[in-house]
């Protein structure tokens, strides 16, 4: 079966293949991408194919999102598990452009044609704009709680959103709640 490649009118969105490196490690090197990123920036191309290999490979919503020249920018992901915990990076270069939020869609035109239930996306409380296109895609803010944040080992507040595909409106994906002692609903976000 071949690999699943989703396109928009400026962006493809495919699985990262081995000579995409060098792509790869310009975005995880860079220590302003990766400030709200939940790793530290990789130092060598070791460590980004150790990466990839992690991260990407067999992974069956992890994409590179690439410009229709076929460079890769940046990523954007679905986990599998019970969170469907959607991720993404992009190059500092392209931020600000709607590019997530465009890879965004797609991939989610994807998760709900192949039966997948929701998604959650949480982001630091220090980092709105990561929020913004979280709404943007049409999830919703459900709550917030306090992490000792690993690796990095520094308190943060985390904003949970999330976006129902089944038609249960009213499902809250509860197990950061639960797992932190620190959790409450802002009122004014």
């Not at 060598?44 to 194919?49: A, D, G, L, Q, V």
């Not at 991260?55 to 229709?68: G, L, P, T, V």
């Not at 039966?115 to 949480?122: E, F, M, S």
Request: overall charge neutral; charged content about 30%; some cysteine.
């Amino acid at each position: 079966m071949a690999a699943l490649k989703l396109e928009t009118d400026r962006l493809i969105l495919r699985k990262y293949e081995n000579s995409d490196m060098e792509a790869l490690y310009r975005l995880l090197k860079d220590e302003e991408v990766n400030i709200f990123l939940p790793w530290f920036p990789v130092k060598n191309m070791e460590e980004t194919k150790e990466f990839f290999q992690k991260r990407f490979s067999d992974k069956k919503y992890s994409f590179a999102i690439c410009r229709k020249d076929n460079d890769p920018i940046g990523y954007v992901k679905t986990e599998t598990d019970d969170s469907y915990d959607f991720g993404y990076a992009l190059r500092k270069e392209f931020w600000h452009k709607g590019i997530v939020t465009e890879a965004g869609k797609v991939l989610i035109r994807q998760l709900k044609k192949d039966g997948v239930p929701y998604i959650t996306a949480t982001h630091d409380r220090n980092n709105p704009r990561s929020g913004s296109v979280m709404r943007n895609l049409g999830m919703r803010y459900c709550y917030s709680y306090e992490e000792q944040w690993q690796p990095k080992n520094i308190p943060v507040t985390f904003r949970m959103f999330q976006l129902n595909f089944d038609g249960q409106e009213d499902r809250i994906y509860q197990k950061y709640w639960n797992l932190y002692d620190t959790h409450f609903v802002e009122c004014d976000i």
